[in-house]
């Protein structure tokens, strides 16, 4: 399959490529655009498993990692000039990748209402704003997964552009939903074959990176289905595979009911978002079967866990939590393919505490190195970018973490951020 953003990246001329041939000999300006620089530092994580180099560096021309390996071996290789940034306690590793968030929404007490009053420059500025801490966190690529008239395309060009800060954005633009389904709001709803083939070729033409359909209900949409009630049957999904396929784009599928994640995996979706096996009668539908269906596949699932989910386990009680989590804690132990995502900007999912939902995962006993790599190379090649990104390697796009300490000991260490690349671009806080 072809992916639209890896083909730009990889064989399109950028901006990035051009600044990458004018400035080798150059270092930073204010306007952020990158030239060499050597990073040492006491451990560089090149993934995937923990794997790391002690004592290690990488050098970075212009937008890209030109070298990884140990201290002494690259500082052979700089030039006269060359800038260098040295970090002896501190761990070098890929940028963090967020493959669930909705930018278009504030995390205030009621994102839907925040939405639906704000006209779209105001909406654009917020959005801005929320990619901003972002990056600042750590997170050099995001996921957006449903938004309002395309606002985060244009947010992701003018990024791509250099003339803002931010991660790299994959945009679904707007979802599809049923009518008056879940998330309606977004200007999604289609009825029958012909209204889905529509909008999935308008979000084509808009410039999507993906498509996404909310395959159920879900809890933010008031008045909606219900959380674990299907909105689509087999044959629409497969009908938004197809169409998205045509034009070389993955397919995230919403679905929290059992019956609603059975449908996605039978249409040939990429990942399920949420993925919380529930069922109609307000308990939950594990079933191994089809989670052997969804590893075969190489389906990887998103469980969007907020960051602001220890806080929602002391509100609804500590056994009502473990029983909401226990299926969470089935995928992982049966290895079902995850990856990290917050689902920040619903109500208390900010977009600065990645780590707070990765937290989860070690708290499903997820070890440490797979939870990082759900959050770097495994992220990576589930949203389709694998081959330049989340990974630090040569020839890899220069999305780049300096933490204080070992995050492969403590998580927490990804809390103490000390430099953060861009596709080269460093970020001024």
């Known amino acids: 399959m072809r992916w639209p953003y890896q083909a730009r990246t990889a064989s399109t001329p950028t901006r990035d490529s051009w600044w990458l041939s004018q400035t080798q000999s150059q270092h930073v300006d204010r306007n ?22 002690e004592d290690g560096a990488v050098l970075v021309r212009g937008s890209t990692i030109a070298a990884v390996g140990q201290r002494e071996t690259l500082a052979g290789l700089a030039t006269e000039g060359l800038a260098t940034k040295s970090f002896p306690d501190a761990t070098v590793m890929p940028g963090l990748i967020d493959s669930h968030v909705h930018l278009a929404f504030d995390a205030s ?26 990056l600042g966190s750590g997170v050099t690529t995001v996921r957006d997964l449903g938004d309002r008239n395309g606002l985060a395309v244009r947010l992701r060009d003018v990024i791509a552009d250099g003339a803002l800060p931010g991660p790299r954005i994959l945009s679904a633009t707007t979802p599809l939903t049923s009518t008056g389904g879940h998330c309606w709001f977004f200007g999604g709803e289609v009825e029958g074959a012909d209204t889905i083939r529509a909008l999935v070729r308008r979000n084509v033409r808009a410039g999507a990176d993906v498509i996404k359909v909310m395959a159920t209900g879900g809890g933010l949409t008031r008045g ?12 629409d999904l497969r009908i938004v595979v197809e169409e998205a396929q045509n034009a070389g784009l993955p397919v995230a599928v919403h679905a929290h009911g059992t019956e609603g994640i059975e449908a996605a995996v039978a249409a040939g979706v990429n990942t399920i978002e949420h993925c919380t096996w529930m069922a109609e009668d307000g308990g939950f539908d594990l079933r191994e079967d089809l989670a052997a269906k969804i590893k075969a596949a190489g ?11 220890r806080a929602f386990a002391e509100r609804v009680g500590h056994d009502r939590a473990e029983e909401l989590f226990t299926s969470m804690r089935w995928m992982a132990h049966l290895d079902v393919p995850m990856i990290a995502g917050t689902d920040a900007g619903v109500t208390r999912a900010v ?20 939870i990082i790599d759900m959050a770097t190379v495994n992220a990576a090649h589930a949203l389709g970018i694998g081959s330049d990104t989340g990974q630090l390697a040569e020839g890899y796009r220069a999305d780049i973490l300096v933490v204080d300490g070992n995050p492969l000991v403590e998580l927490d260490a990804l809390r103490r951020v000390r430099l953060v690349l861009a596709a080269g671009r460093p970020f001024h806080s």
């Open 32 to 53: 952020g655009f990158m030239t060499d620089l050597l990073i040492t530092a006491g451990r560089v994580l090149t993934g995937p498993g923990g794997e790391c180099v």
């Open 109 to 134: 007490s009621d994102p839907v209402a925040a939405l639906q009053g704000s006209d779209d420059e105001t909406l654009m500025a917020g959005m801005a704003d929320r990619a901003r801490q972002l």
């Open 224 to 235: 909606g289905p219900a959380i674990w009630q299907s909105q689509f049957s087999e044959d």
């Open 299 to 309: 389906i990887h699932v998103c469980t969007a866990t907020s960051p602001n989910w």
């Open 351 to 370: 977009f600065d505490k990645i780590v707070n939902g990765m937290e989860f995962y070690q708290y499903l006993g997820i070890p440490l190195p797979k």
